[in-house]
């Protein structure tokens, strides 16, 4: 839509200036370390801001909360504390974080602190008190299907990571359609990695779609690739044509 | 049925403990028996030595019926030792209590006294203090000699006991002016070390149920306060005085508890604990705001607080830290503030980070530990190149799948995991793990035989097969263990 009225155009950067993205140059922007998914973002996304990421469906909930954790831990500088805040529940259905897993994933575990909450309102109360806390690098908050969390809730939220410079992922069940305050939202599915010889799996691949983006970014569909060496993400490498990568890079194209 | 106590107007009519139910009813129709509670008289004893925390902080249970305080030092604050066991008199008679009282220098010598040497005081009376000069006194005075106390009073065992009196030493006197080496070759080495400390010769100190703290700071009220706002006043004051005390000092707290003694005898008891030592009074003051909140019950006033205390059970050495020019605190050190508000509301349990253990068994590998507790950080280090051999999420327990698998000690094909079919594309494996044999008494174990694999969508999952096939057993389970990212 292109702002044909000049009245409108004003209106729209007036509403922006009140909206959290307004000063997300404040805390700088959090880079991928992909020149191809920066450069649709306009750099990358707002630190000190809220990002919702949901799985494509209940399977992919693992590889959505490597999405968040990966973004975590680039969000700050390598020593800065992260904290992954759940709920009792979520963690009986899709399992604990495990140590040695994230180790393997380069993402610290010495850096991570883990609350676990008894309800969804407990963890909510201990989201917002988290944000508040400017001493932490990221906060990963599992909320899954948390009716509670809604546009007041996460505008909180927001207001409250933009205050403190904390960036806050906020992890949803797949078929959240509440709406949010959130900067941005991803889908995240799981990707067909690039088999090792021996037809070993390979390095974490995930697919990415871009779904809703505060600072104007166009929805887009991305395969990448974890390169836990680096802590970044890279393209696949394609040794051989892999059809499902081959698609998606299709449609980026 | 037997009579296991009586109270004193019984003992005056002429029952005793040891009687059978059915004489005692013959001889006093009207007696009223209730069913002994062992349990129930042990509670008791327990909540009046809780109570009498307010006396003194060293307080030891000498069951089945006794209490022994060490007031060293604490006499003072009720004028002198008289006014002490006033005090203490006046409010366990109101509580409908029949009580001895002794004080000794030593805690054997007291305990001897008050068993086998005092007079029972009776329930409901109350001692006005100016008849505390009067010759009956409301307990034993220290200065009273044990030398006409029964031997009984050592506490030996029963046949211990009838030897001396067959002896003809029927008082401690009798044993006091004689040799000991004898005395100790006849009757056993207990006897002598019983009746040195019996007689004050030899001092033995108490072990106190709870460590007396550090320090402590108390309020006490002339009337019970029952507003809760009034409490938390007085908390802070405490609280502030505590820290001034600890700033004096140059030490730090990591845990504060704050006792509430009501009027009635209950105690309420509130701590918390910080990650880190601090003598912040507003940060100390906050976690206490925090505790009251998360309260199950709110506190209940009842007939009002008259006496509110602070504990700090240790006092560590804290330096003094300098704040940047622009009052930023250090991230780590609010990181560990947010962690302790955490603690405090949720519980400790539920603020945890990652620690290394060593096992090779996956679950014991990697394990959390409460964010206060030292910990050996698990070391971060992925081999170069290669994609993650752990996963990132671990279930726990396993979740069981059903599995399809070419040969029954193959890789698996294809497996059914929350009533959905999973068809495997790629796999790595085994990576065989053996139970830790050496731990167990039988030597035994499932080994497990763990795969990496990726199905059509390109989920990764661990799954392992429980129980080499064949050997270890015919027909093994398999598993679901964790989800790569």
């Known amino acids: 839509m292109t702002d044909s009225h000049p009245s409108l155009a004003r209106l729209k950067r007036r509403i922006d200036a009140l909206g959290p993205a307004a000063s997300s140059g404040r805390w700088g922007l959090l880079s991928f370390g992909l020149e191809a998914l920066d450069a649709r973002l306009g750099g990358g996304l707002a630190k000190g801001a809220v990002h919702e990421v949901l799985p494509a469906s209940g399977l992919d909930a693992a590889s959505a909360a490597a999405f968040a954790l990966m973004l975590a831990a680039r969000a700050g500088d390598v020593s800065g504390t992260i904290l992954w805040v759940s709920t009792d529940a979520e963690l009986r259905r899709h399992g604990a974080p495990y140590g040695p897993g994230l180790a393997e994933l380069g993402l610290a575990p010495d850096r991570m602190m883990l609350v676990t909450a008894p309800d969804e309102l407990a963890g909510l109360k201990v989201a917002s008190d988290s944000l508040a806390c400017a001493g932490l690098c990221a906060a990963v908050i599992e909320a899954g299907a948390a009716k509670r969390l809604d546009l007041t809730a996460s505008r909180r939220l927001a207001l409250a990571a933009e205050k403190s410079g904390v960036t806050a992922l906020i992890l949803r069940g797949s078929d959240t359609m509440i709406a949010s305050a959130a900067a941005s939202r991803w889908q995240v599915a799981a990707a067909p990695s690039v088999p090792l010889p021996g037809q070993a799996p390979g390095r974490t691949g995930l697919s990415l779609s871009l779904v809703r983006h505060r600072g104007g970014a166009r929805p887009f569909d991305m395969c990448v690739e974890w390169d836990h060496d680096r802590t970044a993400f890279s393209e696949p490498a394609l040794l051989r044509p892999v059809p499902a990568v081959a698609e998606c890079r299709s449609m980026v194209a | 049925m037997r009579v296991m106590a009586v109270d004193e107007v019984a003992l005056s009519l002429g029952l005793a403990p040891g009687m059978m139910l059915a004489d005692a009813r013959a001889r006093v129709p009207e007696v009223q028996a209730v069913p002994h509670d062992p349990e129930a008289d042990a509670h008791l004893l327990e909540a009046i030595a809780e109570d009498c925390d307010r006396y003194t902080p060293s307080v030891a249970l000498d069951p089945p019926d006794g209490l022994i305080l060490d007031i060293t030092g604490c006499a003072h604050l009720w004028g002198d030792e008289a006014g002490l066991v006033s005090a203490l008199v006046a409010r366990l008679a109101d509580g409908g209590m029949t009580l001895r009282v002794a004080l000794a220098e030593t805690p054997d010598k007291a305990r001897a006294l008050a068993r086998h040497g005092g007079e029972l005081l009776r329930a409901g009376r109350r001692i006005a203090p100016d008849r505390l000069n009067e010759a009956r006194l409301p307990y034993v005075p220290a200065s009273v000699s044990v030398d006409h106390l029964p031997v009984a009073a050592l506490g030996l065992a029963e046949e211990r006991t009838t030897a001396l009196k067959r002896a003809g030493l029927t008082l401690l006197g009798d044993l006091a002016s004689r040799p000991r080496v004898p005395l100790a070759a006849r009757f056993g080495p207990e006897a002598v070390t019983r009746l040195a400390r019996v007689l004050g010769e030899e001092d033995v100190r108490i072990t106190p149920r709870r460590t007396p703290p550090a320090l402590s700071f108390a309020r006490r009220f002339a009337e019970p ?19 001034a005390e600890l700033a004096r000092r140059g030490a730090g707290g990591r845990d504060f508890a704050s006792r509430l003694f009501r009027s009635d005898g209950t105690v309420h008891a509130l701590s918390i604990g910080t990650g880190q030592a601090t003598r912040d009074a507003d940060l100390v003051m906050r976690l206490f705001q925090e505790r009251i909140e998360t309260l199950a019950d709110p506190l209940d006033p009842g007939f009002g607080y008259d006496l509110i205390r602070l504990d700090i059970p240790v006092a560590e050495p804290l330096a003094v830290t300098q704040t940047d020019l622009d009052r930023n605190t250090a991230p780590a050190r609010e990181v560990a503030l947010l962690a302790d508000r955490l603690g405090v509301r949720l519980g400790q349990g539920r603020v945890r980070r990652f620690a290394a253990g060593d096992s090779h068994i996956p679950e014991c590998a990697g394990f959390t530990v409460p964010a206060h507790a030292p910990v050996l950080p698990l070391a971060s280090h992925p081999t170069p190149g290669e994609p993650p051999m752990r996963p990132l999420r671990l279930f726990d327990p396993p979740q069981i799948v059903d599995v399809i698998a070419e040969v029954p000690d193959g890789p698996p094909r294809r497996f059914r995991w929350r009533r959905q079919t999973h068809d495997i594309t790629a796999f790595e494996g085994p990576e065989r793990i053996a139970a830790e044999w050496w731990k167990r008494k039988d030597g035994g174990g499932l080994t497990r ?33 964790g989800l790569f990212g």
């Open chain 2, 225 to 243: 306060v029952a507003r809760t706002d009034f409490v938390l006043t007085t908390l802070a004051d405490l609280v502030r005085e505590g820290a």
């Open chain 2, 449 to 481: 035989d763990y795969y990496r694999v990726e199905d059509s969508q390109g989920r990764r999952f661990w799954l392992f097969r429980h129980g080499l096939y064949g050997s270890e057993k015919p027909n093994p389970d398999w598993y679901l263990h």
